[in-house]
Structure formats: structure tokens, C-alpha cells
């Protein structure tokens, strides 16, 4: 059986809400070192604010980071995989998309996980995680990664 993704995701994920500030959020990446958070509205994900988010669309437009929320400068379209997806499919969102982080979801599209790039580098043989890689850094759309020879589209795309 396919490794599915429950079986390597990261299940202990700190959030923040479209209503904690740049800083709230900013700290909380700091301290946990790392460079993205899902935001969340209860158990689903309302979108993801990265620290070039952070960066790009609060302090060089001249925002506060004190008093901007992260509702204000966070992706709003959201690509998440969910928890007995295989990690092929994870694989082929992240190439296809061109993402280093999905949001894992149950099947009431609740937040249970998140999966970075790194855990699939991890897990994977060098060949197939150089595939993933290669496809999320290169400059313009890559290909589909089904022409690579990998399996059926079932991902899930959330927009709002």
C-alpha cells in the first residue's frame, strides 16, 4: 500500500486567525523557525501567510506590523491535500503548483496536519524528491508531473 500522507505529515501545527496581527504571526514563526502558517477561521484553513507575505505585502507597503492583520496580507488561494491522499498526489501538487507547503485536511476539510517539502525530501528516494524539487524551483509553470508517469488528479483546490 501507498505511504498516505497522515503517515508523514507534521500533525502538531501551529496557526494563527485572519485577525492576529503581522507581529502575533511573525513571533510565532521566530520562535518555531519556520517561514509559514496556516490561518484559520475555527478547524478550517482560510488561507496561509508566509514570512514573504509578512515582508512583501505588509512592511514594504509601509503597514504596521502591530496593528495590520494577517487577514489582510495572507494567500488566500489555498491548495490543500488531504490526510489519505497518497503521498504521489502530495508530490504532484506541490510540482504542478509550484508549493513547498500543503495544508492537510479530514474530510470535513477540518486542518489535522501540514506537509513542507522537506518531509517529502525526507521520505522519498533522492530521484523522486529531486522530481518535486526541481519542479516547485524552476522559473515559469514546469509540466504536469502525470507526465512523468504519476497517478490520477484528486487534489483539492479551496478558493475564497
Not at 30 to 48: F, H, M, N, Q, Y
Not at 80 to 96: G, I
Not at 114 to 126: G, H, I, Q
Request: proline fraction near 4%.
Amino acid at each position: 500500500m501507498a505511504q498516505t500522507i497522515r503517515d508523514i505529515m507534521t500533525k502538531d501545527v501551529e496557526t494563527v486567525s485572519p485577525e492576529s496581527t503581522l507581529k502575533d504571526a511573525a513571533t510565532v514563526m521566530k520562535s518555531r523557525d519556520i517561514g509559514s502558517l496556516p490561518v484559520v477561521e475555527g478547524k478550517k484553513v482560510a488561507g496561509v501567510v508566509t514570512d514573504r507575505d509578512i515582508t512583501i505585502r505588509g512592511v514594504a507597503e509601509g503597514r504596521d506590523p502591530g496593528s495590520t492583520r494577517v487577514g489582510d496580507v495572507m494567500s488566500r488561494e489555498i491548495v490543500t491535500v488531504r490526510e489519505d491522499s497518497d503521498l504521489k498526489e502530495a508530490e504532484r501538487l506541490m510540482h504542478d503548483r509550484q508549493l513547498r507547503r500543503l495544508p492537510v485536511v479530514n474530510a470535513a476539510d477540518e486542518l489535522v496536519g501540514y506537509l513542507a517539502m522537506a518531509k517529502v525530501a525526507r521520505t522519498e528516494s533522492p530521484e523522486e524528491a529531486g522530481k518535486v524539487i526541481k519542479g516547485v524551483s524552476q522559473q515559469g509553470k514546469p509540466a504536469p508531473m502525470e507526465s512523468y508517469g504519476h497517478g490520477r488528479k484528486k487534489g483539492r483546490q479551496k478558493t475564497g
